[in-house]
């Protein structure tokens, strides 16, 4: 049992999936290949690329099956796997099939971003590594290496680390052909990515999903010719112009031309700034849910100074690193016997129950799916400006250290559900401390708010939940950048704008002081959507 969970968290690990043999053998079967065509596979797992790729270069060389063989893996083919039992395999099969390696062949194990080539390639093909983490040790190094193209970051994941090296190793009018994730079309930490494959050569992309056991993730094929800078991409066979692109935010590869409209004008952005929330670290420390108006609180929160040692701040730090200049400073202070002030939760004999509102708590805003409106369900310990929580995450690990969304707190605004799979948009009133599963959106200085309503009623439209999941980020997370990216409804008359301002405020008023709980079929909700038609 332990050993199949190992087993299973290392092929996690190693992005592990592999093609089924039909989708690979297709795959080879469409391409160009000569006699002196040079192939690489960089992660080549147990073969199932190589295999039909030694098969088709058998066939164009001549003389006995082991010569063939061997012209084949000398001349035409490369290949590197990091995991020992999976080339293994794969060279088993090469055997079974073709008899005896030849001495020399250049099917490696490796680490392919440690692997150096003495080749350019006419052809790379694979699956790479997805969703696998770099080893943490490599993680910078890469990042300095392959983090930014054309003023673009590139995002730290091995399969778009994988695609800019492997572009780059392409002979002009080269092919890479990847099955990769779909995220890719539209993240905008993947934008980078889109501007690079774009900037350098023809790029078509075909959805192939249903086709793999081992992962639910839709797949697509990346077909890529190293061609130069072009003006268009294909996705499933259609043409998408760059200028189309470009006219969203985040460079998306899923917008068409009929949506590319709806980009035209001004951006949600304009109006409204959005922002994730904050990282307790230890919600249980400090997080509360209301019940019956009041909060039980087990905790009393004490203050204290701990002193400032080197093997702590290593514990705390990212990767376990810091830089030299960091470490000198930390042993100096270690010497000179400095503290930190830390914070300690003290269990209470018997737990207290605070009636809301108290000084001492603010609404918390978590994630909910409720739209237009939800009572407060949480609230968070905040005697002296959170002085408690804040003191916990900075003496905490890194990650804990920022404060996200502090500048917000407080303030009146929308929210959503950071994981959905739509928008599901609410009034967030006055005082609430974030939380960073439920992202928010703040009217800009100067903004009229009754701008608050007509966002709040746009976001409720199953078209901007479409625009936000096809074209925006098709991903199960929606961003502050993402709703910020959102077209404007600016095409909406302003007779339909005032209508759509007073149904939305009507029903938050309704909402907050009936308590009732809307649905986007109720038919107050579809009368407000109708407002936002394109025509
Ligand atoms: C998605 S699987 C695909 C394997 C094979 N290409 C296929 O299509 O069946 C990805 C493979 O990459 C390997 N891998 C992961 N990180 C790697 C790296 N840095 N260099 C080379 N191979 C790597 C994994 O062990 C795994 O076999």
Redesign the pocket.
């Given at each position: 049992m332990a050993q199949t969970k190992i087993k299973r968290a290392r092929k996690r690990q190693?992005?592990?999936?592999?093609?089924p043999a039909r989708c690979?053998r297709k795959l080879v079967a469409e391409l160009d290949l000569t006699i002196s065509s040079v192939v690489l596979?960089?992660?080549?797992?147990?073969?199932?690329?190589v295999l039909p790729l030694v098969e088709r270069f058998m066939e164009l060389h001549h003389g006995s099956q082991s010569l063939r063989l061997e012209k084949t893996l000398r001349d035409n083919l490369h290949a590197?796997?990091?995991?020992p039992a999976?080339k293994t395999a794969m060279l088993v099969a090469i055997t079974r099939r073709w008899g005896r390696l030849p001495r020399q062949h250049r099917l490696t194990r490796?680490?392919?971003?440690?692997?150096d080539f003495d080749t350019t390639f006419d052809v790379i093909i694979?699956?790479?590594?997805?969703g696998?983490t770099?080893?943490p040790a490599l993680q910078d190094k890469l990042d300095a290496r392959y983090g930014q193209r054309d003023g673009f970051k590139i995002k730290k994941e091995?399969y778009s680390f994988?695609i800019v090296r492997a572009v780059e190793m392409l002979r002009p009018a080269g092919r890479l052909r990847f099955?990769c994730s779909d995220t890719f079309l539209t993240i905008p930490t993947m934008k980078g990515l889109r501007e690079f494959l774009l900037n350098r050569g023809r790029t078509a992309v075909t959805r192939i999903d249903g086709q793999f056991a081992e992962t639910d993730q839709p797949m697509v094929l990346l077909d890529y010719q190293h061609t130069g800078q072009t003006e268009e991409v294909e996705i499933d066979g259609q043409p998408l112009r760059r200028e189309t692109i470009n006219l969203t935010g985040n460079r998306s590869w899923q917008i068409n031309e009929s949506l590319g409209r709806l980009f035209a004008g001004p951006k949600l952005g304009d109006v409204m700034v959005a922002s994730s929330g904050m990282t307790v670290g230890r919600n249980e420390l400090f997080v509360r849910d209301i019940v019956d108006g009041a909060v039980l609180e087990p905790y009393d929160f004490r203050f204290r100074q701990e002193p400032i040692t080197l093997r702590r701040e290593l514990e705390r730090a990212r990767l376990g690193y810091l830089s030299q200049a960091v470490r000198a400073r930390i042993m100096r202070q270690e010497e000179l016997g400095e503290t930190r002030r830390v914070v300690e939760a003290i269990p209470l004999a018997a737990t207290r129950r605070v009636p809301l509102p108290h000084p001492d708590y603010c609404f918390y805003n978590k994630a909910t799916r409720d739209i237009v409106f939800s009572q407060p369900k949480h609230a968070i310990f905040w005697r002296d400006d959170g002085d408690a929580v804040i003191t916990f995450k900075k003496s905490g690990n890194w990650y804990l250290h920022g404060v996200g969304g502090q500048p917000y707190f407080k303030r009146e605004g929308l929210s959503w559900q950071l994981i959905a799979p739509s928008l599901n948009a609410r009034y967030l009133p006055p005082g609430y401390i974030l939380d960073s599963g439920a992202p928010c959106a703040f009217l800009r200085d100067g903004i009229d708010r009754d701008e608050l309503w007509f966002v709040l009623g746009w976001c409720l439209t199953p078209l901007c939940t479409r625009i936000l999941k096809d074209v925006l980020n098709h991903t199960r997370n929606i961003q502050s950048k993402d709703v910020e990216r959102l077209p404007y409804p600016f095409w909406v008359a302003p007779a339909d704008k005032g209508k759509a301002i007073a149904r939305c405020r009507d029903l938050v008023v309704a909402a907050r002081s009936c308590g009732t709980q809307y649905r986007r079929d109720h038919p107050e909700i579809v009368a407000l959507t109708e407002c936002y038609r394109v025509h």
């Open positions: 190693l992005g592990q999936f592999y093609t690979a596979e960089p992660s080549a797992g147990a073969g199932a690329f590197v796997e990091i995991d999976a490796g680490d392919f971003f440690a692997t694979g699956n790479p590594p997805f696998g770099i080893r091995t994988f099955i």
